[in-house]
């Protein structure tokens, strides 16, 4: 089948069940993303016509072409260390509030989820951060381990990636100093990869922000960077209400720098935190 010949209407099945599977909501407007980014897995998957393609994805019991098209239809773009600011907030003020924690036997062990991680430079930086803290006394009485990093995304390719923890030339320089690099990553030819203890600090699991997050239990810091902006705002209403839930009273939400909560006025405080915003959750 030519790549994404349709008749009326498939592109808005296609749609539909892109939205289902990942809630992205493209409309039919943006019939171009779809021929960029499934053209050719729809020219491979063998289908007759687009509702023959979302058939075989549905039925496929081991789910490899749903994963194909989820991977591909999310944008994966990150960075070490993106935006400087919350990550100000983090060393100076945040993370020795919560080793505080630690300290004083609040808590045995601090818990932070990166929702949405991509392949994983938004968590390693966090227990990066957390190492060098700690190596420069800056949280006395506390070590690495006692800080529980989760990160999760519902893209199944980017995160065996992140699992992996090896980047490339290109991606190994975004937003990362030479220090960093130095300390935390041995280089094989033009793959760089992640030291073992940083790497083994993180836990990745697959999870859709449209479920649940009970399972993984409470956190003290939740990052939730840079996915809502691709939600609508029925959905995102949902989600920050599952992010609120998702944290102990007292714990923190962190948005990407082009979004906030807006409403939820109810569940959450809006704290400036250095030069910062974070949303903390009501007792
Ligand atoms: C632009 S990246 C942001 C990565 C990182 N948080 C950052 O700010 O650098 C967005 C990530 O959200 C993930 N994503 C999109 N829809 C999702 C969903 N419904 N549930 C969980 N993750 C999702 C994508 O797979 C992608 O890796």
Known sequence: M????????????LSRFVAEACCIHLGEEKGYLFEARLGSIIAQSGAVDIPDF?????TDPTNRLRDRIIDAMTTHETYWFRDERPWASLRNQLLPTLA???????????????AACSTGQEPYSLAM???????????PGVRPEQFEIVGTDVSAGTLMLATNGRYNQIEIVRGLGEVWRQRYFTANGPIWTIAEPIRKRVTFKRHNLQDDLKPFGQFDLLFCRNVAIYFEAEFKSRLFQRLGAALHPGGRLLLGGSESLLSHQDLFATEVIGEAVFYQRKP
């Open 100 to 114: 505080a924690m630690l300290r004083q036997g609040t808590r045995a062990r601090v818990r932070i989820l990166c």
């Open 129 to 139: 951060l957390i190492d060098t803290l700690c190596l420069e006394g800056k949280l």
């Open 54 to 58: 979302i058939r075989l994805a549905k």
């Open 2 to 13: 030519p790549a994404l010949e349709q008749k009326p209407g498939e592109l808005a099945q």
